[in-house]
Nanobody, 124 residues
Framework: KLVESGGGLVQAGGSLRLSCAASGLTFSTFAMGWFRQAPGKEREFVAA????????NYADSVKARFTISRDNTKSTVQLQMNVLKPEDTAVYYC???????????????????WGQGTRVTVSS
């Protein structure tokens, strides 16, 4: 089970920190990813982190603004979002993919588990 938290309403230029808590799985054996879905659009990749946390991958649209991290001792993954823009408005989903270390999948269909999502709204 994956449960996201930390979404909300923020002004453009502001920051939010999303968190995802995992339970019922061996967290350190899963790569973790964040995806988002804006109204009327398909779900898109945001960021991913390998099992060990060493390898990270970001969508070009969020690179240098967002940072993904994980704590395997607490079974959590975070997404620090800075310099938010109105186009970042979306429901953000946490996902887990049982895969080899070093892998950071960017394709939604390969992920095994998904959270329910947390809404982020960025006002201009």
């Amino acid at each position: 089970k994956l449960v996201e938290s930390g979404g909300g309403l923020v002004q453009a230029g502001g920051s939010l920190r999303l968190s995802c808590a995992a339970s019922g799985l061996t967290f350190s054996t899963f790569a973790m990813g964040w995806f988002r879905q804006a109204p009327g659009k398909e779900r898109e990749f945001v960021a991913a982190i390998s099992r060990s946390g060493i390898t990270k991958n970001y969508a070009d649209s969020v690179k240098a603004r967002f940072t993904i991290s994980r704590d395997n001792t607490k079974s959590t993954v975070q997404l620090q979002m800075n310099v938010l823009k109105p186009e970042d408005t979306a429901v953000y989903y946490c996902a887990a993919d049982r895969t080899a270390d070093g892998v950071t999948p960017t394709t939604a269909r390969v992920y095994d588990y998904w959270g329910q999502g947390t809404r982020v709204t960025v006002s201009s």
